[in-house]
């Protein structure tokens, strides 16, 4: 299996930048996914990383080390409506269904 | 597109009866969905993998004769819960995978509570 783990929960002030850590433990990687969930709501996606470097989406970019297992989400630019759980999740060990991380909850607070 | 659909959004039921969820891809043909559970504060649990036409497949720990999955068409799946208890209320969340890609595209979600 899958061993994922980032933290448990961060606080931001609005307009500013958040990095949000995940690291992993898998054999055969074969992706990453971060997701959006806001309370009461099923995920959303956000980005999806296979190779290293930094994959930038708007005020959200990605980041992916491989030979680390390691990955961040950053957020630029922080609203309100960022508050929400973030969750890292995985592909690995060979099978095509990826395992979720226990999410990070995000505080943006004016 | 790749839009995903689950009805009810919210069921409340007695204990020890059965509810039924719907899970639907509206623009493309999923062949695998699958479903998820989600308690307060934790992340999602894999519950099984439903693939159209055959059975499903059930992680550890999940009762298949309490949790009956139907995948009937390439854009329905259900997850009828038997005989629920309070301990079953949650959050199931399906979700549809795109052949040949790894992204999946979630259902907005089914909270049920048994009273």
């Known amino acids: 299996g899958q061993n994922i783990d980032q933290p448990t929960e961060m606080t931001a002030t609005e307009g500013a930048i958040v990095q949000i850590n995940c690291t992993y433990q898998t054999s055969g990687f074969n992706g990453l996914f971060w997701y959006q969930q806001h309370a009461g709501e099923a995920p959303t996606f956000l980005s999806y990383n296979v190779l290293d470097g930094l994959e930038e989406k708007g005020r959200f970019s990605s980041f992916l080390s491989r030979s680390k297992g390691y990955s961040y989400l950053l957020l630029k630019e922080l609203q309100m409506k960022d508050s929400a759980s973030y969750l890292c999740?995985?592909?690995?060990?060979?099978?095509?269904?990826?395992?979720f991380g226990r999410g990070t909850s995000l505080i943006v607070h004016p | 597109g790749a839009v995903v659909s689950q009805h009810p959004s919210r069921v409340i039921c007695k204990s020890g009866t059965s509810v039924k969820i719907e899970c639907r891809s509206l623009?493309?043909?999923?062949?695998?969905m699958f479903w998820y559970r989600q308690f307060p504060k934790q992340s999602l649990m894999l519950m099984a993998t439903s693939n159209e036409g055959s059975k499903a497949t059930y992680e550890q720990g999940v009762e298949k004769d309490k949790f009956l999955i139907n995948h009937a068409s390439l854009t329905l799946s259900t997850l009828t819960v038997t005989s629920a208890h309070p301990e079953d209320s949650s959050f199931y969340i399906c979700?549809?995978?795109?052949?040949?890609?790894?992204?999946?595209?979630f259902g907005p979600g089914t909270r049920l509570t048994v009273l």
């Open positions: 999740a995985v592909i690995g060990g060979g099978s095509y269904i990826p395992t």
């Open positions: 623009d493309f043909q999923a062949t695998t």
């Open positions: 979700s549809a995978r795109i052949e040949r890609r790894n992204e999946q595209f």
